[in-house]
């Protein structure tokens, strides 16, 4: 063995669990001595020596807890978010090349980064040295909201420009697959980074000639008054990038890279071994030694088994330093690649390699390429190795199945010797003898060259195109005898079906000999059909559109084949037909456009008056460079606790027992907290902290333990035994209904005589609608920190709450002390949504009871998986209608139910279907209108607040009942739409008064901007030519309510302090969650005191400072916050006066000086009592919410009719704003808030079983919407000369409206939906749910593939996932 292990003596229990090693090697071992090697990287160019390593460490906890480095943020823990991305550089002595590559921290073990250079986004730039362009552009052109994915992002670009200064737009783009933001809609971020570009730094809208970065005046065509202003930043601001500035990769590094070639590495831990061979026969003696050690390269599927199902590995072996593995290499038969090469140096081998040879020969690699585009993100890719994910072979691997039709050929090697097995489907299927021995491992792959008669393909469909694992895939090869289209060898694989990937091996064999032609096609999907089954109970669910997949894929691959064919062969075979050309090709979508235009300030507004500017994010900067500081990057304090909790596995069970001896004997654990150790009110006026007696939904939190470090606290965990009772679940609306299970009493309005409204109808439709959940997936998870400070029952909370009062109000009642001595304090929030509105009081109880039982501070963050099943969502909606309306499109009457399911506290449940039935109207006049609402009590985790508040389910449920009647009609929905909308002066269904007229002007701008006319005839154009893809366009009104129905819930204080030096710091009671509350807040004392920006600072928000403060939500925080900012600037404004008027030409700083002298206060409370509004349900009439935002969007779409995916092509928004405090933070609330709209109408789905547990836990299973997803153009227009006289500067809350406006994509694709089925001869109304996914639309689209699959009855099996809608 000699130099193999030079020290390595695994934990005894290691060598038990791994198997006997060879007596001469374990003596060895033994005789070696038990230190660690040291490991030795670097960090922003720091040298870190760890000497004793942690093999399971990971790098983001390390950065987070160990370097105090807090810029790389934790947002799901499981490499799906692009939160944790650092820079990873490495030296390769061989080339000699220097690697830079993009990672996600989370999954990254510390192990693996020996000899390596890490930057994090603290190493790029900070305001205290030098902010790199990529940070200054990015928070200049708004690319931050709440700024908890912006160090993602900006790490994700600094990769990418470190290896391509001149990136193109294609690569700029792919470098952000795998990053997700929440807030901004991405727009600013790509628009950002466009500036990078090399190939054409300029957005040129297409056809346009006008660039979204310029500051060319652009006019509106209907308006007159102050210029319009298109754009949001200016190019001319930024700092030139300049290489030199770069962090240099540390010489010594490559130093060691060089000296430690020969040198096996071995890190200790105190479970776990790890080690790092440097030469193959190290690494087949050590896969001797340990058979069942993994071979970690990327960690990308190990790292998950270990997080998500607690799988322990006693030993790691490292093998990225072994060359063997790295090989790659041109052969006679195809391209040999290293099994160790990540899959994107793969990607990046293919695309240099099939330019360069003959186009027969890379049919294979080009099938690779295809799934290599959409696979992940960046961030994977360049962590994830080949024969990782051949060996992981999870069900839904992409490359697997292509890999195998094109027959690779795997090189083995072990200590006795070396062989070649197929990559086929039995070794996919993990068939013993076609497997890998324990001792073996791949060297190498080799991938074929295709040849002439081949044709292979690759097919993916997954939630989202990008950065989502396949529902299904596949790869498909055929061989045809020479110059014939006769089947010589057939080769289908497809993923997602079953638990490996399957083959439909015995239909290929039958149809051998068989020529390419529609009856072979037929028997093909029948033969497939018949070898390939899915349970209707399958796992994952889909089973409908999954095995309608299958044939799909099929067929595609049919006539790609024939497309081929032609191709090669074009007097033999014939072109393909028109209507089949369009089955060809996937999406792609191009790099995003954008557009935004707002009306210019007055120009004789002073310079220095920044209101009605777009203003800078206020923590913008500092959001990139990481300083910005959350919740959980609060530093340390002595003492202090981690805190994790047990929750219920159970949707409704009496808690019989709970044993906490165990988990007490946990080491570090310090105590279980449960609600008997609850002082005082346990929790809110209607949710418990802690579970007592019964459990009422899976998730409830039902004790906690508290330990030393946050691994101790989740083993205590592990540990606590309860014993439940089962007791009978609600779960769905359905089911309540049936029990008649609600919160409070049934919602009712009604106006005109709905009798009568129906009698004059030509035309009376019934029908209903399903609309899903959503999460909420703010970046930043649930995050509480108290500290008690000793004395009089203090303590401090540090809280990511919307409701900073609430907290405190709460966490003095549980611990029975006055509400004076608890502090609550938010800085900033990563994102909230309404999620953080009532949630964030349970998860500060919990943490301030064991606080006062412990008497130390207590963290308490949660993971993304536990805040997903913790904390409830927006509300599941059902709804029934019954609608009158004349044969020329007027509706007489509707009549309306709605549903929404609570979940099983009430939390905002009642007012949520308050403000669904009064919002039920939308933008529509409805003469005769009756709406009911109740919210249903079951027993899923308690729905809350989220953005719009009710309004976005209530308005689509309207929308799709307006489309019916249009479809009813035979005339357009827009017809329908215009006749039947508010004009002028009008009164809601609640007598509320409502002046229509803008509401008109956005709508006719709207059509106008987005040139609806002509591009609805291209649309039919288009789709009479296509027959597998098909276009839709829609163009959709709103009338959204801002507010409260109350007026105490509009009230605002502020506290305005001037210093002596002239600077001012202004405090207010709204929250900062990235909606730029603060950054208007300074602009708007600056205007008011008459400052600079520059003077004016603002803290944190605490219950120190302003009393009392109500929720930040509703859209009005900014508002009534700012009328309260005002009143205290003015009050001070005021004192100053004299002493102005005295020395009108003196500085700012004089007056202030003299003030002080005089003893005059500078500091003021500001108060605004708050807008109007009461709502009397009783009488089901009044002035129910303070004013009105309307706006307009059109959306465009393209659909894949086999598949389901669609594509946004251009989205054009028309709002009235009025007069925006800050057209960019307006505009990017507008944005931000339609594309979580696109995901709440088309992507995101929340899974249930029939137990009630939630399966979307994570970024894995939920998919929110990513760059892939925007509207390839995108378009903000706010409408110009609008005033709104009682808010603040005549401004209008922007924070909710926009989200809605999502649903004109939800629209566009009902249109494309519409005309395939009109093209089937499917005639007639149809309903469709939301959200709109790739399952439904395909399933929509009916056809003879949808007609040949398999159906099961309902009530004959037990589905995978329920639903609760
Ligand atoms: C967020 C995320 C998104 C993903 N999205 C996709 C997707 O869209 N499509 C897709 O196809 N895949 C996807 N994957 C899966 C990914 O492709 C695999 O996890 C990856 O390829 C595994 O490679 P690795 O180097 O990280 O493997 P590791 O986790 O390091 O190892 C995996 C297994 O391979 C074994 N192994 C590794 N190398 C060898 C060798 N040379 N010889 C023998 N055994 C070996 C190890 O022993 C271990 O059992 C995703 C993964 C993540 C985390
Ligand atoms: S935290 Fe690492 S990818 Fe989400
Ligand atoms: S700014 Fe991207 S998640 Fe908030």
Redo the contacts with the bound molecule.
């Keep these: 063995m000699g130099a193999v292990l030079r020290c390595a003596e695994p934990p005894a229990h290691a060598l038990h669990q791994t198997g006997a090693a060879p007596a001469a090697l374990l003596c060895h071992i033994m005789a070696c001595s038990t230190q660690s090697d040291a490991l030795v990287f670097f960090v922003n160019g720091r040298k870190i020596i760890e000497r004793n390593a942690n093999p399971e460490k990971l790098l983001l906890s390390y950065l987070g807890k160990g370097l105090r480095l807090s810029g790389t943020k934790y947002g799901c823990g499981?490499?799906?978010c692009g939160a944790c991305t650092v820079m990873i550089s490495t030296y390769e002595p061989t080339s000699k090349k220097i690697m830079h590559y993009p990672a996600?921290s989370c999954?990254l073990p510390i192990c693996l980064l020996h000899n390596s250079a890490v930057t994090t986004v603290e190493g790029v730039g900070s305001t205290k040295t030098r902010v790199h362009p990529i940070q200054e552009r990015l928070a200049k052109c708004h690319g931050s909201q709440c700024g908890f994915c912006t160090p993602g992002m900006v790490m994700s670009m600094y990769a990418l420009l470190r290896n391509h200064p001149d990136p193109s737009m294609e690569q700029i783009t792919a470098a952000l697959d795998?990053n997700l933001c929440r807030c901004t809609g991405y727009r600013p971020i790509i628009d950002t980074y466009k500036s990078f570009a090399g190939e054409t730094a300029c957005c040129q809208l297409r056809g346009t000639g006008q660039c979204c970065l310029d500051k060319e005046d652009v006019y509106s065509s209907s308006d007159k008054g102050n210029q319009m202003h298109s754009g949001l930043c200016n190019l001319e601001e930024f700092q030139p990038v300049d290489p030199t500035q770069e962090f240099i990769f540390p010489p010594e590094l490559m130093r060691m890279a060089q000296e430690q070639q020969k040198r096996t590495l071995v890190f200790h831990g105190e479970r776990t071994t790890w080690i790092s061979p440097t030469n193959l026969r190290e690494l087949l003696e050590l896969k001797a030694m340990y058979p069942k050690?993994?071979?970690?390269?990327?960690?990308?599927?190990?790292?998950?088994?270990m997080k998500l199902d607690g799988v322990h590995h006693p030993v790691i072996?490292h093998?990225t330093r072994i060359p063997d593995?790295h090989v790659v290499s041109n052969t006679n038969n195809g391209l040999v690649i290293g099994?160790?090469c990540?899959?994107a140096q793969l990607r990046d081998i293919l695309m240099k390699v099939v330019p360069e040879l003959p186009e027969e020969k890379t049919k294979i690699f080009r099938a690779l390429l295809q799934?290599l585009k959409?696979?992940?993100?960046e961030q994977?890719r360049s962590?994830?190795?080949?024969?990782?994910?051949?060996?992981?072979r999870?069900s839904?691997?992409?490359?697997?199945p292509v890999l195998a039709v094109g027959n690779s050929v795997l090189s083995?090697a072990s200590k006795d010797g070396t062989r070649q097995i197929p990559l086929n489907d039995q070794f996919l299927a993990g068939y013993g003898n076609a497997d890998?021995k324990p001792k073996?491992?791949?060297?190498s792959v080799l991938i074929p060259y295709s040849k002439k008669d081949d044709f292979v393909s690759a097919f993916?469909q997954?939630e989202r195109r990008k950065?989502?694992?396949?529902v299904v895939?596949s790869g498909m090869r055929v061989l045809f005898k020479p110059n014939t289209d006769i089947i010589m060898d057939l080769n289908i694989l497809y993923?997602g079906i079953g638990p490996t990937t399957v083959s439909a091996r015995k239909s290929c064999q039958r149809l051998i000999g068989r020529q390419w032609n529609e009856q072979m096609l037929d028997e093909a999907c029948k033969l497939v059909l018949g070898e390939i089954s899915l349970s209707p109970s399958a796992p994952g669910g889909k089973v409908e559109y999954r095995r309608t997949l299958l044939v799909s894929f099929l067929f595609k691959f049919y006539l790609e084949v024939l497309y081929g064919l032609n191709k090669m062969y074009p007097a033999k075979y014939p072109d393909l037909s028109k209507k089949n050309l369009s089955a060809l090709g996937s999406f792609h979508s191009e790099a995003p456009q954008g557009m935004q235009t707002y009306q210019d300030v007055d120009p004789a507004q002073p310079p220095q008056d920044p209101v009605g500017r777009p203003i800078m994010h206020q923590s913008g900067v500092k959001h990139a460079t990481g300083e910005a500081v959350y919740c959980n990057d609060i530093r340390a304090v002595d003492e202090e606790l981690f805190l994790a909790v047990v929750t219920s596995p159970r949707a409704h069970a009496k808690i019989v027992t709970i044993d906490v001896s165990e988990a007490l004997n946990v080491p570090g654990v310090v105590d279980v907290v449960t609600a008997e150790d609850v002082p005082g009110k346990n929790g809110t006026d209607n949710e418990q902290a802690y579970a007592k007696d019964e459990v009422i939904c899976v998730g409830q939190i039902v004790c906690a333990v508290v330990a030393e470090s946050a691994v101790q606290a989740k083993q205590g965990v592990e540990k606590v035994k309860i014993e439940y009772e089962d007791l009978e679940p609600v779960l769905t609306i359905e089911d309540a209904i049936k029990h008649n299970s609600y919160f409070g009493e049934e919602k009712k309005i009604e106006q005109g005589n709905i009798e009568e409204g129906f009698k004059s109808a030509d035309e009376i439709i019934e029908g209903e609608i399903h609309i899903g959940g959503q999460e909420h997936f703010y970046l930043e998870t649930n995050s509480v920190f108290v500290v008690p400070r000793g004395e009089d029952n203090e303590m401090d909370v540090h809280v990511s709450t919307q409701d900073a009062a609430s907290v405190q109000e709460f966490v003095a009642l549980a611990l029975d002390v006055q509400s004076s001595k608890i502090m609550c304090h938010t800085k900033r929030v990563g994102g909230a949504f309404g999620g953080k509105v009532t949630k964030p009081t349970i998860f500060a109880v919990v943490a301030a009871v064991a606080a006062n039982k412990t008497g130390r501070p207590i963290r308490f963050t949660l993971e993304r998986d536990e805040d997903m099943l913790i904390t409830g969502g927006r509300h599941p909606f059902f709804g029934k209608y019954k609608v009158g309306f004349t044969n020329d499109g007027r509706i007489t009457a509707a009549d309306i139910e709605s549903y929404i399911n609570a979940g099983c506290t009430l939390d905002e449940s009642e007012l949520v279907i308050e403000y669904v039935v009064l919002k039920t109207d939308n933008a529509y006049k409805l003469p005769n209108l009756r709406v009911r609402g109740r919210a249903c009590k079951t027993n899923l985790p308690s729905n809350t607040a989220f953005r719009g508040f009710g309004f976005p389910q209530a308005g689509l449920f309207t929308e799709s009942w307006i489309v019916t009647v249009a479809t009813r009609t035979g005339l357009p929905p827009e017809k329908i739409r215009e006749i039947n909308m508010y004009k002028g002066v009008n009164l809601t269904p609640f007598k509320e008064e409502l002046d229509a007229t803008n509401l008109v002007k956005c709508w006719k701008e709207c059509m106008e901007k987005s040139e609806y006319y002509s591009r609805k005839t291209a649309v039919e154009e288009f789709n009479k030519q296509n027959y597998w893809k098909k276009k839709g366009i829609a163009i959709i009104p709103m009338k959204f309510s801002v507010g409260f129905n109350a007026t105490r819930y509009h009230q605002a204080a502020a506290l305005v302090h001037i210093y002596t030096d002239g600077s001012v710091l202004v405090t207010h009671g709204g929250i900062e969650m990235g909606q730029g509350i603060h950054t208007k807040m300074l602009q708007v004392a600056s205007r008011e005191l008459k400052v600079p920006l520059s003077y004016v600072h603002f803290c944190e928000t605490s219950t120190i400072t302003v009393p009392n403060a109500i929720v930040t939500a509703g859209s009005i925080g900014s508002d009534v916050n700012g009328k309260a900012v005002q009143n205290a600037c003015q009050i001070l404004r005021k004192r100053l006066e004299p002493i102005i008027n005295k020395n009108p030409e003196g500085k700012w700083e004089d007056w202030i000086t003299e003030a002080y002298d005089q003893s005059v206060s500078l500091s003021a409370t500001g108060y605004f009592r708050g807008y109007m509004a009461n709502m009397n349900w009783d009488t089901g009439e009044g002035q129910a919410f303070p004013y009105f935002v309307f706006g307009v969007a059109c959306s465009e779409v393209e659909i894949d009719c086999l598949t389901g995916d669609h594509k946004n092509i251009r989205t054009d928004i028309v709002m009235d704003a009025c007069f925006s405090i800050n057209p960019a933070v307006d505009i990017g609330q507008i944005e931000g808030a339609f594309v979580q709209g696109v995901g709440l109408y088309t992507m995101e789905e929340i899974k249930f079983s029939p137990e009630g547990e939630q399966y979307t836990l994570g970024?894995?299973t939920y998919k929110i919407p990513a760059v892939c997803d925007i509207p390839e153009q995108f378009r903000v227009y706010l409408l110009p000369n609008s005033r709104n006289p009682i808010a603040i500067y005549s401004s209008k809350g922007m924070g909710e409206a926009g989200l809605f406006l999502g649903c004109s994509v939800f629209f566009a694709i009902w249109d494309a939906v519409a005309a395939v089925r009109k093209e089937r001869g499917l005639t007639g109304t149809f309903i469709l749910n939301s959200p709109l996914t790739v399952e439904r639309i395909r399933m929509a689209c009916a056809d003879n593939f949808t007609d040949m699959i398999p159906k099961d009855k309902p009530g004959t099996y037990k589905p995978w996932a329920i639903d609760i809608a």
């Design positions: 499981i490499g799906g996600n999954l795998g050690a993994p071979l970690v390269v990327g960690n990308t599927s190990v790292g998950l088994e072996i093998p593995l099994a160790a990540s899959l799934q959409t696979l992940a993100g994977i962590l994830a190795s080949l024969g990782g994910h051949i060996v992981s999870g839904t691997w992409d490359l697997n083995l890998l073996e491992i791949i060297v993916r997954a950065n989502a694992a396949s895939n993923g970024p894995d």
